[in-house]
């Protein structure tokens, strides 16, 4: 079991960067894919990046933040980030973090944090 905790999230202007962060509590968290996902206001959740757990690492991204996001993760602090850079305003919404224990590509999510809000001004 883990469990998950999202921080970063905020307001910035369009062409800003973030970095937001998914903390998890629990042991061995190594062993699982963690991946970010987000809901925009009156639309559905849709998957934004993912990285592979330990052995493999391998990173996955939604078309729409190709080039202008990046998912990687510290085992020994426990920690997902997601930078985000060149921010738009379509990227507001609230982010998940999202966690799925030994799975592999596509995932599916076991285990999910609260959620940061970010919000984008033009």
């Known amino acids: 079991q883990v469990q998950l905790v999202e921080s970063g999230g905020g307001l910035v202007q369009a062409g800003g960067s973030l970095r937001l962060s998914c903390t998890a509590s629990g042991r061995s968290f190594d062993e699982y894919a963690v991946g970010w996902l987000r809901q925009a206001p009156g639309k559905g959740r849709e998957f934004v990046a993912a990285?592979?757990?330990?052995?493999?690492?391998?990173?996955h991204y939604a078309d729409s933040v190709k080039g202008r996001f990046t998912i990687s993760r510290d085992d020994a602090k426990n920690v997902v980030y997601l930078h985000m850079n060149s921010l738009k305003p379509e990227d507001t919404a609230v982010y998940y973090c999202a966690a799925d224990r030994l799975g592999s590509w596509p995932y599916d999510w076991e285990y999910w944090g609260q959620g940061t809000q970010v919000t984008v001004s033009s």
């Open positions: 990285i592979a757990w330990y052995s493999d690492s391998k990173t």
